[in-house]
């Protein structure tokens, strides 16, 4: 993705983070004008957490302790690497973790950092992930005054039961007050996430939960069934027989639920597991979707730029260490041909808008493009893929095999 620069091991590390055997090797990137590219988004990762929900394998933590340290971190890594873009910023997204639990200076701090080393677009959409324990009047008024226009809230459930075996930090009640919090303070713009397909949560439960956010008038929903990951306190516990296994057959019935209950309420399907009201649709997700280049600044944060991507290490002192002497530890990966393809096959299937012949044939050439268009008529002929002039869609029914589909289109 990135255009060939000179990577460089750090001095001293004692410990090396778990990540794939092809991409063990810890580097350096150091960043020169001549090898800045055009990219739309910078993401910020803040990993710390007030607990650890029992089904999150995110990297955070629950030691609070190096939250300055972290936040002086980020910010130098913002200044190292403000040479990597030449273009105006349009999206800033702070997520974890848990952003909203730093103080609203500390947010404050690392958005000066931005302005004063990037071109930030003044009308750029500047997202927060929040929970809604963190949401008050004051904290609402004044990441509004600092920037803040858009909130992606971890509200999982409107259900105390559920909220408890998830081991959320807030409460049923907070759930619902943090919504009208942030309108008093003039937000009108954020989205909620709700899992579903959990063992404890019944199909009436989930559709209950949806249509609570619909009677709020949430304008944006992200939507996750739940998956067990390895590692996780979720994943030990079904392992004990302590909670039930994940039943697909009622997550399947439930997805269903949420896509008749967001048709009906006019809410916009653009990707599998997200939904707006129209012009409410994540700007800067969507850019993830659509293959635009962005910057990931903190520890395990992700970049991508075009035929290459790279993640900072997995490792809050690790990282915080590594910044201090003046070092960027990341590891990264080359993206072949064929890796493009699938990853836009896999993105494409996966939003409304589909594969689309035009797009294959300028970037893959006709060749794949015929392969695409032959290995995809099954799934048409079945009604899962709907088949036009512009290229391939999923019909209602195939969005319940979106992932699979697209495995088997990939080129291997």
Known sequence: MRLPVQMICPKKKNKREEQPKKYRTLHLYKSTPEHALLMAGIYIHIPFCRKACHYCNFHFSTRLDELDEMVDAICT??????SELETSIETIYFGGGTPSL?????????LNTLHRNFSVHQEAE????????????????????????????????FLSKHL????????????????????EAGFENFSIDLIYGSPSQTVEEWV?????????????????????????????????????PVQTELQAICFEALMHLAAEHGYHHYEISNLAKPGKESRHNSSYWEGVPYLG???????????????????????????????????WEQL?????????????????????????EEK??????????????PFVEQGQVIASASGWQLSTSGKFFADGIAATLFTL
Not at 164 to 183: V, Y
Not at 297 to 325: D, F, K, L, T
Request: net charge negative.
């Open 126 to 157: 500047l997202t927060l992930e929040a929970n809604p324990d963190d949401i008050n009047a004051d904290s609402s008024r004044q990441w509004k005054s600092m920037g803040i226009n858009r909130f992606s809230i971890g509200v999982q459930s």
């Open 336 to 360: 072949s041909e064929n890796d493009m393809l699938n990853e836009y096959v896999m993105t494409a299937l996966r939003r409304f808008i589909g594969i689309q012949r035009n797009v294959l």
């Open 77 to 82: 890594e913002l200044h190292m690497r403000s």
């Open 164 to 183: 408890e075996w998830m081991n959320r930090a807030h409460t049923a009640e907070q759930s619902l007050r943090c919504i009208s919090t942030i309108r």
């Open 208 to 244: 209950a939960d949806l249509n609570t956010a619909i009677e709020l008038e949430v304008p944006h929903l992200s939507c996750y069934a739940l998956t067990v990951e390895e590692k996780t306190a979720l994943h030990k516990m079904i392992g004990l027989g302590k909670i039930p």
């Open 102 to 110: 730093l103080n609203p200076s500390s947010i404050e701090q690392i």
């Open 297 to 331: 600044c903190g520890p395990a944060a992700h970049s991508y730029e075009g035929n290459r991507r790279s993640w900072n290490i997995s490792s809050n002192r690790g990282y915080i260490q590594s910044i201090q002497e003046g070092e960027l530890p990341c590891e």
């Open 364 to 377: 893959w050439g006709e060749q794949s493009l015929r392969r695409i268009e032959k290995e995809i008529q």
